[in-house]
């Protein structure tokens, strides 16, 4: 079965600051991973993922993270924050369709991290 | 214009009663799935659908039920709403190697 642990349930970071947002994954293999943003009352937003091609992944808003398989890890971070990054995070794993089986396509999620930006 | 919309966005119902959550995308996405989301737990997958007619089981799905008669409709029912099935339901659609993507919500309150 596949798990993610966010550390940290929030982050507080001053405007202009790096953001850094963990994500811990367990996968018997390699699994694709995902960064999701949430706004208040809305649903949730693609930031970027990881598809096995490049380690590095760029999304959207400025946000990149990075696959490390011996870490077993998908970090989420951005140079510089912005008052509009403030709002939840959630990091995801699924399946490969090399995986097999059925479970392709499902979303296992972490359990958020709330990210605040002070000015 | 194209999406997925859930309605209602807001409900407030009694113990035992039943209530169906909408679920509609426009993208003829092939799988659909629903979601709870509760503070301290994420989102929980409940059911899922690769396909019209063909549902399975997520995380959560006890005292929930599901059908897909089409393709762009996902409707979940609560057969008997319990207190413990208070919370905010999220309905997403994707395509087999695309990303999953979320309606705004349906905030479910039992009483």
């Known amino acids: 079965a596949q798990s993610v642990t966010q550390l940290g349930s929030h982050v507080s970071v001053s405007e202009g600051a790096l953001v850094l947002l963990r994500c811990n994954y367990s996968?018997?293999?390699?699994?694709?991973l995902f960064w999701y943003v949430q706004y208040p009352n809305q649903g949730l937003q693609l930031l970027l993922k990881y598809t096995s091609a490049a380690t590095l992944v760029k999304g959207i808003n400025g946000f990149e993270a990075e696959f490390k398989k011996s870490e077993t890890s998908f970090h989420l971070t951005k140079p510089s924050a912005h008052m509009s990054d403030a709002a939840e995070y959630f990091c995801?794993?699924?399946?490969?369709?090399?995986?097999?089986?059925?479970?392709?396509?499902?979303?296992?999620f972490g359990q958020g991290t709330i990210l605040t930006v002070h000015p | 214009d194209a999406g997925i919309t859930q309605s209602p966005r807001y409900k407030i119902t009694e113990t035992g009663r039943q209530v169906t959550l909408m679920c509609h995308q426009t993208?003829?996405?092939?799988?659909m799935f629903w979601y709870r989301q509760d503070l301290g737990h994420g989102l929980r997958l409940i059911y899922y659908s690769a396909a019209a007619d063909i549902t399975d089981k997520g995380e959560v799905p006890d005292g929930y039920v599901v059908s897909r008669s089409k393709t762009e409709n996902f409707p979940l029912t609560l057969e008997s709403a319990t207190r413990s099935q208070t919370s905010v339901y999220f309905c997403a659609s994707s395509e087999l190697a695309g990303p999953q993507h979320f309606g705004d919500g349906t905030r479910l309150s039992i009483l």
């Open positions: 996968s018997s293999v390699p699994p694709y």
């Open positions: 993208w003829s996405h092939s799988y």
């Open positions: 995801a794993v699924s399946p490969t369709p090399n995986a097999g089986g059925t479970s392709y396509g499902k979303l296992t």
